[in-house]
């Protein structure tokens, strides 16, 4: 998103929470021209500061516990965080800023669906299907989406909902499945570990690619009046497809002699299947992908291969 906004000349502020905070210096590095900000989403009166320090035109809250099963060991904490942390920053906003000039973007999620038979419409899921939560994740975001529509109701604010299916790409974090297969597929091709160990393989996600979704974001804020919007592929493949379409690409072969499971990485209740119909933000905002399925394990595999190689030669 920062690398999104500075290429349209955006004044960029980003919020880092925590003492020793890795994640500051990688963003200091990466983007020096970002002014970081200290700040916990559970603290209101950091926000209320975070919000006089920066005076913003538009506030992307994509501030998260954002791993579903993490979320199931600390439920209360992605409560607190992925949940109340939403109010507190619109409270923020309506304190510090004059919220009449601030147009407000909440990341909201296709974990609110749940995947179920009896909610799960053919064509993928929309703006108008019905939610179930299936993670304190899920039920958290849930909250965080109401408690958006309901300051855009009462108070008149801009304030737009992305129900984001799955983004992925270079930037992932391992400890996600997209990214913990390509990153040990470029290590098993390198010879650097020999096999993988997963949860459930049969589970399907709705996956795209995360720079096209932050055009998405923005678009969602350009636009006349606050809304929301489904950002989707609108295809589904299974864990078992991405490891074939991965392995494949590290030309590794059949990956089933390289992956192991352990219940460890299996969710107390599970997301079957998630497909994303994103009509709405294709008519209304002009929103579109650059890249499909076979595209993203492409980059992100080669990415991994040349990072795993760099990172192996220099030690
Ligand atoms: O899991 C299965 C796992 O953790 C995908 C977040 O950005 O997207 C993401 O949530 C699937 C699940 O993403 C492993 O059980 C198998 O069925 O990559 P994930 P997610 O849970 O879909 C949504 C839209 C968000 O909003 C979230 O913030 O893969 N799976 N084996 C595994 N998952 C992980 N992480 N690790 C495994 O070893």
Redesign the pocket.
Known sequence: MAEFLLSKNYDVYGVVRGQNNPKRAALEAEFPEVKVIEADMTDPTALVRAVELSAPTEVYNLA?I????YSFKNPTLTAEVTGKGVLNLLEAVRIAADPSTVRVYQAS???MFGGLDYNRPGAGYDEQSLFHPRSP?GVA?LYGHWIAKNYRESYDMFVSCGI???HEGERRGP????R?ITKAAARIKLGLQPNL?????W?K?DWGYAKDYVVGMWQMLQHTEPDDFVLASGSTAS?EDFLSLTFEQAELGDWRPYVLQDPA???PA??DI?LGNPAKAESVLGWGRSVDLRGLVDLMVNFDLAAEEAASSAA
């Open positions: 998260a954002s791993h579903v099963g999620t296709s974990e994740y975001k984001l299916f799955n400890e996600f499945v997209t913990k160990v997963l949860g459930d393989l589970p996600r864990i990485f299996m969710r599970e997301v998630l």
